[in-house]
Nanobody, 115 residues
Framework: QVQVVESGGGLVQPGGSLRLSCAVSEINFSIYHIHWYRQAPGKQREWVATIGTGGPAKYPESVKGRFTISRDNAKNTAYLQMNSLKLEDTAVYYC?????????WGQGTQVTVSS
């Protein structure tokens, strides 16, 4: 059974950094596109980052230059490095592994940015 497990969330002050991890089991990880999304209370889920199997990663303007997505296919793990965190980055962060109709989600990890 496929498992997607996020970790690394927590409480951080504005301007701080966190690195989220996304460990995926029971799939051919290297062929999947990995996406990070987030959902703040009372808001819709928002796309945060994408890394494919080649080519540059993609980000929305809201996080570009602050967040970096990466992957280690040998470890079946993707990462989201988040720097210069802002109050508005507070949300539950979800990892999504997708390859055509194969679409797997984790349970999310909470990131809280607060002074």
């Amino acid at each position: 059974q496929v498992q997607v497990v996020e970790s690394g969330g927590g409480l951080v002050q504005p301007g701080g950094s966190l690195r989220l991890s996304c460990a995926v089991s029971e799939i051919n990880f290297s062929i999947y596109h990995i996406h990070w999304y987030r959902q703040a209370p009372g808001k819709q889920r928002e796309w945060v980052a994408t890394i494919g199997t080649g080519g540059p990663a993609k980000y929305p303007e809201s996080v570009k230059g602050r967040f970096t997505i990466s992957r280690d296919n040998a470890k079946n793990t993707a990462y989201l490095q988040m720097n210069s965190l802002k109050l508005e980055d507070t949300a539950v962060y979800y990892c999504n592994a997708k390859w055509y109709t194969n679409d797997f989600w984790g349970q999310g990890t909470q990131v809280t940015v607060s002074s």
